[in-house]
């Protein structure tokens, strides 16, 4: 196949390739006939795990906006196949931000490193960070490391895991066992045969079954020095501070393409009805729909592109969180259109809506919620420096 030279027409070129499988298999592994892990092996051979790799390194190079748009084309086919395969890019997509002269030798053979694993073995990453008494947040976690002669030693309990059993490598949040501070935290990766590593079976929601999701347990695993996130300590809160793009709003592109498929799927029923494609008030409510999409669409791809162009400015990290809010309640409310729009057909077990109604609930779920995106919001509107940590609630 020749690639198309625009680094995401490259990569939606690949997507295409598989968007009728993954579409296909939506709702099979929806309802536990079919394994997630055949989704992601689709995903794998696509050579997709390399999408914020750059070029120069073999991957396909995709920044943060045209990586957005990727995995909206992804999730209108499968949405919690999306879902999942953006905590990969949630683990490792920072590392390619990162200005290479400020990573030091350690820094650039740990991204080195990540790079061999993706672009040469297709190995998978997954995002540990989520813990039962905390949820997403940074502070206040339990799980610890302690140095040991060669490297870390780790413990602790991962509540939510996405690519639990898919994934080769987990990259967890950890902070210093030896002190009681709240702002220390780190990533390690830990390999998914490491000693004392576990998971537990599969977390049964009311949907994303597609995302493989589990609780993980860490007994005293030990890590090698070269395992820890780009050869430093203690910068994860810092960072998630000045650039929350990846943590609050990877997956946006997820969540839009969960609303094109909705209302795809609400037009093409009127658009099957000869009696409904004439009537005015229906015409109107397809149309109220479509405006409803254009207007998220702008902006997350807005913010997702401010992202790629001026990354850790103020003023993006303001868009990205109205944007995930404006999305967040933009597809769920697409959803209940779609239903009242449609009517029964939507609701029939054996139809795809029932399944999308389910899954758009999630953006209000996973972080940032939709009541600390108004707060960042509405604190930046009103002169905060939301480069104090002491502003945010991660
Ligand atoms: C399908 C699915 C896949 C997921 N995949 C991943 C993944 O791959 N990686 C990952 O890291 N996470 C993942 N998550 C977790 C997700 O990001 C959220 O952390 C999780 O859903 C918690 O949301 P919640 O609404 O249940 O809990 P929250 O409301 O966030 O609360 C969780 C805990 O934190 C406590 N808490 C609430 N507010 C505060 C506060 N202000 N200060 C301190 N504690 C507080 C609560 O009492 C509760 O015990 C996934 C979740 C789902 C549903």
Redesign the pocket.
Known sequence: MTLATRPLDAALELARGITPQLAELADPIDLGIEPASTAYALIRESGLLAAMIPQHCGGLGLDFGSYTELLAELGAANG?IA??FN?HN?AIGSLFEADADALGENGIAFREWVIDQVVGQRRMF????????????L??ISTTYERAPHGYILNGH???????GVADHYVV?ARPADTDTDFEVSHFVVGADDPGVSFSSE?R?T??RG?S?AQMFLEDTPIGQDRLFLAVEGMSLFKVVREPHWMAAGYLGAYLGLSRAIVAFATAHVANDERRRSKDTDVQRVGAMAVSLQATQALTVAAARAVAENRSDPSTNEMVYAAKYHLGETAQSLASQAVSLVGSAAMAADGPMQRLLREVQ?CS???A?PAECLDYVGRTQLGANMFDVSNH?W
């Open positions: 919690a879902l999942g905590m949630v997954a995002s540990a960070a989520s813990e039962p008494a905390t949820g997403a947040r502070r206040g991962k509540s939510f895991v996405s690519l639990a949040t977390w929601g949907a994303l995302t999701t999630f779920i996973m972080p919620k609630g």
